[in-house]
C-alpha cells in the first residue's frame, strides 16, 4: 500500500461500543470461511461474542481497530485486534536468548466485500505489527484463512508446529 492509498483510510481504536461490529465482523470472517453451517449458528455466534468483545475492550484483554475511509468518517470497512495472552518465558527462535513477556493474537481481522483490494488488510496489520513493535512484544501470531494467508506471508507471518486437539 503506498502513501496516498494509505492517506484515504484511518484507523481508530475500538470502544466497547464497538462490540456490535466487532462481532459482526468476528461472523463474516467465518462465515467467508465457509465454518458457519447455517444462520442459527452465524446468530448464536455473534451473540455469544458481542458482550465478551465488549467485556474484553474494556479490560483491555482485546485491543482492537477499525478502519474508515477519510471520505467517509463513521463508515467501517474493515478491523481486526489483538487478544494480548500472557506466556511463559520461551527461547528465542532463530536466535539466542529468551522471549519473556505476553502474545499478540491476532483475531477477527475482516474487510467488507465491497471494499476488499484496497489495501485495507495491509494497512490495518501494518498498524498492528507496529503496535506490537512498539510495545517490545516479540510474539504475534494468527490463524490464516486460506485466502489471507499470502497477505501474512508477504508481511512476514511464517508456518508454525502448532497442533490442536478439539
Known sequence: MNDRDRQAFRIRPATMQDAPILAKHRVEMFRDMGRLPDEATAAELRAASEPQLAQWVESGTYLGWLVEPVSRPGLVVGGGGVQLRPMLPRPAVGTTGVIAGPEAYVVNVFV??????????????????????????????L????????????????????????
Not at 466485500?113 to 494497512?123: D, E
Not at 490463524?143 to 478439539?166: C, Q
Open 112 to 141: 467488507e466485500r465491497a471494499w476488499r483490494r484496497r489495501g485495507v488488510a495491509v494497512f490495518l496489520m501494518e498498524h498492528v505489527m507496529t503496535w506490537a513493535r512498539e510495545r517490545r512484544i516479540r510474539l504475534v501470531s
Open 143 to 166: 490463524h490464516a484463512s486460506d485466502e489471507g494467508r499470502p497477505l501474512y506471508e508477504k508481511l512476514g507471518f511464517v508456518p508454525t508446529n502448532e497442533m490442536r486437539l478439539m
